[in-house]
């Protein structure tokens, strides 16, 4: 899974709650060293088996479409990243809006998480799309309303994630990206409807021409690739979200350990031999200028 | 602000010893640096009082917090009766702050830049032509544009933007640096002044002697922490971290627990993450 | 709120007034824009005529996040951002008063657009009322939305690439509006244009409303 540079920190004192008791650093349970759990290690089994019986269903045993012939298989992926990742700006929409309202770190880091794995669905759906066009109309683009609007969230995303890089200040870390992520799908939203509305000017042809008498294996394939999908998108959410908390606990951490050192700082300025106080989490890294 | 015009409390006997500012065991941070890292003070109406401390110790960053801009992350802060932790917004209004940087337009004129802060704080036009020729920017200096000054004159710009406001708490930040003799004078008694009238003062300052003579007393700052004279540093117990732990309804809350409660029961050694 | 965002927007219209950086450097690029393009769609085969309102909305694109970018800059600055959190402004009223002075130097430059687009491309207007309505809501559309992600951006230090990146797919719906209303305003067929200036008053609108719920939050972080 993706490691992107620490992402989270300790967040500033506009905590709504009460201040909670402090544990010492020394009776704090040890970090888990892996992301699994019981619970996603049998969504990952569910998820692959589900890949499998997708991948057999839609490249073996349904037939060719009498249109489309084999290209529709690739349908059978396309429909469902595009789905999938419309579910992931969803959730960072709401999770940006859950963390402006109750700045508690975790809708953060899930904010970020659901843009990430939006941005990988997005550029399956756009190449599945390309190479679906190709024997279709015989070009790898078209100006249709989805792709189009597709490509803009595209964009969006990339925006959204170069911000959150660029945040280095972690005591206002979040409010911006929170906000940017607040907007995205309402921008989805108007940017969609504008790009429909421009093209059905020009009457298309959609790239999403399921006929309504699908059914047999074809349908099957479909739901199998909805199945797949999901399960896949689910297990990529859960790790990606423990991954950044795991690397926000991790930020939090030096704190103490900066509090200590700066103290200890004051108390050897002030001529005392060694701080009277006691460090905390010991290998104390160095103060930042 | 009082709306007739006197924003200054009356020195009552009750009044006298009315904290203005209390801060204990206050963290602050820039970035992730603790420029703070456990603070006491408490200033009453009507002090002077003089922060010293080496450039790093955390002077600048003490101010802002005074001002209600820098969060405080752990401890208590209470300014001018205000909780800051709670909510930092409502005491700006009543603080003046004269930082390093003028907050001056570069393209407007001083006479424009004064009129613009002052209207900004809803002041009054007397005070904003009174605190402009306070400062000695009458005159020429007046429709001059903020950019094309001396540092000295825009500093005298940013006092005068101060003064419109007649805050109840003047935060000032080296405020004689880049000023003549003429002018330091003139700050002097115009901060005299002002606490006669009932404001309370804060400065941070190098020119340890002019500044000693001026203040009541003297507070000395060392690497984030309150020294009193000859003591340890002061501050809260450390390894103390703030409420950062996922609440019910975040999304870390069960699998953070859960997860804790299985490597208690089985054991799992993990890596401390240092 | 009104009035302290009639003071910022005297504020920073008085700026501008000022230091003329609309007037002697964000106006010629617009003109410069149009020539380029002139230049790169040969202009003798009619093509210029046919695309005259998507590239008179593409150059208001480009010099607008010019203006835009001046505009956010000014309130950067340490010093000055600070003074504002300190002044008792309401955030709001910044935001409106710093989109309304955006919106006068936009429809400033418009009409010199509309003036070059009229001389180099030969162009004739026709259908002025939905013009000018196209015109004022699609300024208003960028103001809104280009000053509240100009705050969202603010204090990079790659603001400049970055408010591009972020903005212009923002804008992508304001852009096909606006060009389809000029479209149907030059073709003679107004009727089809005024549901698209619709389109532009109805995004100007909720950009207004976001900006001013959100730009006191962004003025906060530190």
Redesign the interface.
């Known amino acids: 899974m993706t490691t992107s540079p620490p992402a989270g920190s300790p967040t500033a004192g506009t905590d709504a709650g009460p201040d909670r008791p402090d544990r010492p650093a020394s009776t704090r349970p040890p970090a888990p060293a892996h992301t699994g759990s019981r619970g996603s290690r049998v969504l990952g089994v569910a998820a692959l088996a589900a890949v499998a019986l997708a991948t057999l269903y839609g490249l073996v045993l349904s037939p060719a479409d009498v249109e489309m012939q084999d290209s529709v298989r690739l349908m059978y992926i396309h429909v469902p990243t595009a789905v999938f990742a419309y579910v992931g700006c969803f959730i960072t929409t709401v999770a940006s809006a859950l963390w402006l309202r109750k700045r508690t770190p975790g809708w953060d880091v899930l904010a970020g998480a659901g843009a990430e794995i939006g941005l990988v669905l997005i550029v399956v759906t756009l190449a599945t799309g390309s190479l679906w066009g190709r024997p279709t109309w015989g070009t790898y683009w078209t100006w249709d309303a989805r792709l189009t609007s597709t490509a803009l969230l595209a964009v969006m995303l990339v925006g959204y994630l170069a911000l959150r890089r660029l945040e280095d200040d972690p005591s206002s870390r979040s409010a911006r990206p929170a906000v940017l992520g607040l907007l995205l799908v309402p921008n989805v939203v108007i940017v969609n409807r504008s790009v429909e509305w421009w093209r059905s000017l020009h009457q298309d042809p959609t790239i999403t021409r399921l006929d309504p008498q699908i059914d047999g294996d074809l349908l099957v394939s479909l739901m199998l690739g909805f199945l797949a999908t999901g399960l896949v998108f689910a297990w990529l959410l859960i790790h990606r979200f423990r991954v950044g908390w795991l690397e926000h606990q991790a930020e939090r951490l030096d704190l103490d350990a900066a509090l200590a050192a700066r103290r200890a700082e004051a108390g050897a300025v002030a001529g005392r031999a060694g701080s009277a106080e006691p460090s905390g989490p010991s290998g104390v890294s160095g103060v930042p200028a | 602000m009082d709306p007739e015009g006197d924003h200054y409390p009356r020195n009552t006997p009750g009044n006298a010893m009315e904290s203005v500012v209390h801060l204990h065991a206050a ?1 602050a ?6 420029a703070l ?2 603070v006491d003070l408490d200033v009453a109406r009507g002090e002077i009082v003089l922060l010293s401390g080496a450039n ?1 110790a955390g002077k600048t960053t003490l101010l ?1 917090v005074c ?8 401890g208590e802060a209470v300014v001018l009766g205000h909780d800051l ?1 709670h909510d930092p917004r409502p005491v ?2 009543r ?3 004269l ?1 390093h ?5 570069d ?2 004129t001083v006479e ?1 830049n004064v009129r ?2 002052g ?4 002041a009054a036009r007397a005070d904003v032509e009174a605190a402009m020729a306070l400062v000695g920017l009458d005159g020429r200096l007046r429709t001059v ?1 903020a950019g094309k000054l001396s540092a000295g004159q825009r500093r005298r710009t940013s006092l005068a ?1 101060l003064l419109a406001r007649r805050p109840e708490l003047w935060l000032l930040d080296e405020p004689h640096a880049g000023l003549d003799a003429d002018a330091r004078d003139q700050l002097d008694q115009l901060i005299v002044q002002a606490v006669s009238q009932g404001a309370t003062v804060v400065l941070a300052s190098h020119e340890l002697d002019r500044a000693r003579a001026l203040a009541h007393r003297t507070v000395e700052l ?4 309150i ?1 009193p004279a000859g003591g ?2 002061a ?1 809260g ?11 019910h ?5 069960g ?2 627990e ?3 409660r ?3 029961r089985h054991g ?7 | 709120m009104w009035r302290d965002a009639g003071l910022v927007a005297q504020r920073d219209l008085r700026i501008e007034l000022r230091s003329r950086v609309t007037t002697n450097q964000v106006a010629p690029f617009a003109l410069l824009v149009l020539l380029l393009f002139a230049f790169a769609l040969d202009p003798d085969r009619g093509l210029l005529e046919r695309v005259t309102p998507g590239l008179y909305w593409t150059a208001v694109l480009f010099s607008g996040l010019l203006a835009l970018g001046r505009s956010a800059a000014l309130d950067e600055v340490d010093g000055t951002r600070d003074a504002l959190r300190l002044s008792g402004l309401d955030p709001a009223g910044v935001f409106l008063g710093k989109a309304a002075a955006v919106a006068a130097q936009l429809l400033a430059l418009e009409a010199l657009l509309a003036l070059g687009v009229a001389v180099l491309y030969d162009a004739e207007p026709a259908s002025a009322v939905l013009l000018l309505a196209t015109c004022v809501a699609a300024t208003a559309a960028v103001a809104a939305a280009g000053t509240l992600y100009g705050a969202l951006v603010g204090g990079f230090r790659v603001r400049e690439t970055l408010l591009p990146l972020v903005l212009l797919p923002v804008l992508a719906p304001v852009l096909i509006g606006a060009t389809r209303a000029f479209e149907a305003a030059l073709g003679g067929a107004a009727a089809d244009g005024w549901p698209w200036c619709g389109l532009l008053a109805g995004f100007a609108i909720v950009y207004s409303v976001a900006g001013a719920l959100a730009y006191g939050t962004l003025l906060e972080d530190t």
Not at chain 2, 67 to 74: K, M, S
Not at chain 2, 222 to 225: E, K, S
Request: glycine content about 18%; charged content about 20%; hydrophobic content about 40%.
């Open positions: 963290v941070l820039l970035g992730r640096f603790p890292a456990g790093g802002r001002a209600g801009l820098v969060p405080i992350v752990r932790r700006r209004h603080v003046g702050l930082g940087a003028t907050g001056l337009y393209d407007l424009e613009f802060w209207r900004a704080a809803r544009a933007c060392v690497a984030g922490t020294v340890e540093p501050g117990e450390p390894g103390a971290a703030a409420g950062d732990e996922p609440e309804g975040d999304p870390a809350h699998w953070l859960h997860g804790e299985a490597r208690g799992e050694g993990a890596s401390h993450v240092a």
